[in-house]
Structure formats: C-alpha cells, structure tokens
C-alpha cells in the first residue's frame, strides 16, 4: 500500500506541475504580469580588484553590492578610477582623499548632451511607445515604475527573482525619470530568460517581436509602440536569424524601429559608444572620448563619419538591488547604447510623428558633432557625437 501511495503522490505532483506551466503559458495576462523581488548580491572582498589598463576585460573592478569595510584604499585610486559599483557598496573608512563616490554616481546620473534641457522645455517623448525585450525587470523601481504600462514574461521567468542588472539598467537609460533620455515615453516590456542564454534560438526573439505588434494594434494610434530596444544582435548562420529577420522586416514595415546591436545588418546603420571619465560633464561633447574597449581600435583606424556616437561609459542607471537604489557602471558596453538610441528616437517622434529611421538617421549625423582630442602627440577628429538638441531642432522644421 505503501508503494501505491508514493505512486499516487508523484502523479498528483506531476499533475499540479504541469497544471502551473499550463496556465502559466496559457492563462491571460494583466498589464503588470508579476512583482519580481529586488536582487541580492551582497559579497565580501579582503583584497581590491587589480586593473590592467592593458586588458581589454571589462569590469575588472566590479565593487557592486560588496562590503569593503575591512579594507585600506588609500592607495587604490587607480582601481577605483575605473570601479563599478552601486549604493549596496560598503565602503570603508581610510579611502583615496580625490574619489567621491557619491559625486561619481549623480554625475552619472545625467543622460547627457544636453538632455535635460531638452526634457525641460517638454521634450520627453510624452506619449511614444517605447518596447524593450530584455531579461527580468525589477517593474516598481522608481525610475520607470509610472511609465510602464505592460510587462509581461514567458513560462519560465518566474523562477527568477530581479537578479538581472540588464532589465533594471536598460529600462532606466531608456525612459528613467531622471537618468534616462525619454522619461515621459510609455514603456511595455517583455522579460524572456531563454531567449538570452549562451546557445540563443533568435526565433524566441522574433516571436516576442511579433508579439509587440500584436499589442500595438490594441492601442490608440497617438500611442503607439513607435521602437523596440532590444541589446542582442544576431548573424547568418546563427539558430532563428531567419524567424529574426523577417520579424525585423514585418515591424519596420509596421512603423516600428527595431534597435539592437547589429544596426548594419538590420538597416545599414553603424552605433558605437563613447568614453567618458567619471567626473567629466556629461553634457560637454568634449568630455567623450572613445570607449576603453575600442580606444585602440579608433587611434589605428578612426571611426567613419557614418558612425553616430552615443554615451555609453561612466552611466548610473537603476540597480535592480532595491526600488531606489542605483548602480553606477564604470564601463558599459553596446547593450547601453541600444536603450539610449530607442529613447532618443521617442523624442524625435514625440516631435515629428512621421519620422521614419532613415530620416532620424539621416539627420542625427547631419546635426552631430565632431571634436577634436589629443592621443600620443597627435591630434584626431571625433565625431559624429549625437547632438539632441540641434537634432530636435532640424526636425522642427
């Protein structure tokens, strides 16, 4: 009898599990699917991180959520130059007499190029859809919690906590009320773990893209999800680049700009991000410089000017730590350009709703701006800088 009871409770487990993953899939959803609790990375250091300024790995000083109390940072200026960290970070009592962090992060803080003032005289991308697909979202950060109006996730995301800091970051440098470029846009997001794991099929990717323009038909015209930012890219050969591509085809010919990291192949387009020390004015064209990661490869070859250039480095954006907590990112990488564009182009529809990509494109490196810097003895010229305003402005005319 014994025996049949076990039977008989494996079924009835079995039975209830695949009742969940059932109505999970299948269930309808609300605008706010679920309220994922904040992420917990506390750790302890006993030794500073050391930095080569030679490698080319990002990150070497990670100091995020770690309780650094014990330590002696008098010396360690250097790491701490180039340190990531967030507002978990304990720090300890004898620190270099030059760093404040504290600056550091609000410096961060600022979109930059002249955003704010732009956000200032109304331009915000009030009432522009903006779409991210991205991992899980920390969906009540203050950031972003009043901008977002749908969030939804796949079966098997509700096995995660907010223990990702792309959604939180994303999302912030996106339409952020303070930090981001298009604080007044709508946001709808899409959480999908799989679909960014190491072997990703881009045919989960398509069908979330096809799921967005199904939203988008539900909505009033005046708003409309108008661009999908998505910090992935893909290339022939991969698993699902076909389902991607034509997902891509079928959105930009819903009216709907689809940014990601492979702008060249999806519409010609060439994105890169820029450098920028920690206490330098974000809004200064002159405080930028090629990003650590790709310094090297613009002092050998330059950078066409068919290039626009974004922000990308010494970015504070929302931590997924807590729902007021910030992390301050020391090196970013493409998947901090992509959000920043989305929410550019928010503004430019927010102005002139007929705008297309390749008008925005077009005209964003006809109002860039180019600056000269100083590398080695030798002078080059950097450009083309996004410049909002006088983008804005052009399309006002």
Same mark, same amino acid.
């Given at each position: 009898?014994?025996?049949?009871?076990?039977?008989?409770? &494996?079924?009835?487990?079995?039975? &209830? #599990?695949?009742? *969940? *993953?059932?109505?999970?899939?299948?269930?309808?959803?609300?605008?706010?699917?679920?309220?994922?609790?904040?992420?917990? *990375?506390?750790?302890?250091?006993?030794?500073?991180?050391?930095?080569?300024?030679?490698?080319?790995?990002?990150?070497?000083?990670? #100091?995020?959520?770690?309780?650094?109390?014990?330590?002696? &940072?008098?010396?360690?200026?250097?790491?701490?130059?180039?340190?990531?960290?967030?507002?978990?970070?304990?720090?300890?009592?004898?620190?270099?007499?030059?760093?404040?962090?504290?600056? !550091?992060?609000?410096?961060?803080?600022?979109?930059?190029?002249?955003?704010?003032?732009?956000?200032?005289?109304?331009?915000?991308?009030?009432?522009?859809?903006?779409?991210?697909?991205?991992?899980?979202?920390?969906?009540? +950060?203050?950031?972003?919690?009043?901008?977002?109006?749908?969030?939804?996730?796949?079966?098997?995301? =509700?096995?995660?906590?907010?223990?990702?800091? +792309?959604?939180?970051?994303?999302?912030?440098?996106?339409?952020?009320?303070?930090?981001?470029?298009?604080?007044?846009?709508?946001?709808?997001?899409?959480?999908?773990?799989?679909?960014?794991?190491?072997?990703?099929?881009?045919?989960?990717?398509?069908?979330?893209?096809?799921? $967005?323009?199904?939203?988008?038909?539900?909505?009033?015209?005046?708003?409309? !999800?108008?661009?999908?930012?998505?910090? $992935?890219?893909?290339?022939?050969?991969?698993?699902?680049?076909?389902? $991607?591509?034509?997902?891509?085809?079928?959105?930009?010919?819903?009216?709907?700009?689809?940014?990601?990291?492979?702008?060249?192949?999806?519409?010609?387009?060439?994105?890169?991000?820029?450098?920028?020390? =920690?206490?330098?004015?974000?809004?200064?064209?002159?405080?930028?410089?090629?990003?650590?990661?790709?310094?090297?490869?613009? *002092?050998? +070859? /330059?950078?066409?000017?068919?290039?626009?250039?974004?922000?990308?480095?010494?970015?504070?954006?929302?931590?997924?730590?807590?729902?007021?907590?910030?992390?301050?990112?020391?090196?970013?990488?493409?998947?901090?350009?992509?959000?920043?564009?989305?929410?550019?182009?928010?503004?430019?529809?927010?102005?002139?709703?007929?705008?297309?990509?390749?008008?925005?494109?077009?005209?964003?490196?006809?109002?860039?701006?180019?600056?000269?810097?100083? +590398?080695?003895?030798?002078?080059?010229?950097?450009?083309?800088?996004?410049?909002?305003?006088?983008?804005?402005? /052009?399309?006002?005319?």
């Amino acid at each position: 009898m014994s025996g049949k009871v076990r039977i008989y409770s &494996l079924g009835l487990i079995v039975l &209830l #599990l695949a009742g *969940f *993953f059932v109505l999970r899939m299948f269930s309808p959803k609300g605008p706010i699917a679920r309220h994922p609790n904040p992420a917990n *990375f506390d750790a302890t250091l006993t030794a500073i991180p050391t930095y080569d300024p030679h490698s080319s790995d990002l990150w070497q000083a990670d #100091l995020r959520s770690t309780d650094l109390t014990q330590l002696d &940072l008098s010396n360690s200026g250097e790491v701490l130059s180039h340190a990531s960290f967030d507002d978990q970070t304990k720090w300890p009592e004898k620190m270099p007499l030059d760093f404040d962090w504290q600056r !550091i992060l609000d410096v961060g803080k600022n979109p930059g190029l002249g955003l704010r003032a732009l956000h200032e005289q109304g331009v915000t991308g009030r009432g522009v859809g903006l779409a991210i697909i991205d991992q899980t979202l920390l969906v009540d +950060h203050q950031e972003y919690v009043s901008q977002l109006k749908l969030y939804e996730e796949t079966w098997e995301v =509700p096995w995660f906590d907010a223990m990702s800091i +792309h959604g939180a970051a994303v999302a912030s440098i996106a339409v952020g009320k303070t930090v981001g470029v298009a604080p007044g846009a709508d946001l709808y997001y899409f959480a999908n773990e799989s679909c960014y794991g190491r072997q990703t099929d881009f045919a989960c990717l398509a069908r979330i893209v096809r799921r $967005i323009m199904e939203v988008n038909q539900a909505l009033p015209q005046e708003h409309r !999800i108008k661009v999908i930012s998505m910090s $992935i890219g893909w290339m022939p050969g991969d698993q699902g680049y076909d389902e $991607i591509k034509s997902a891509v085809e079928d959105a930009k010919a819903d009216g709907i700009f689809v940014v990601n990291t492979v702008l060249d192949d999806t519409y010609g387009f060439e994105l890169f991000g820029l450098g920028r020390e =920690p206490l330098a004015d974000p809004d200064d064209p002159k405080s930028y410089a090629p990003a650590d990661w790709w310094a090297d490869q613009f *002092f050998s +070859h /330059a950078v066409p000017d068919s290039m626009l250039l974004v922000p990308m480095d010494s970015r504070t954006t929302a931590s997924p730590t807590g729902f007021g907590d910030y992390a301050f990112y020391r090196q970013g990488g493409a998947s901090w350009t992509v959000p920043y564009l989305a929410g550019m182009y928010a503004l430019a529809v927010q102005i002139d709703p007929e705008v297309t990509p390749e008008k925005f494109w077009a005209t964003a490196l006809e109002t860039g701006r180019t600056i000269q810097i100083e +590398h080695d003895g030798r002078i080059y010229s950097f450009g083309k800088i996004l410049d909002p305003q006088a983008l804005i402005a /052009a399309l006002q005319h």
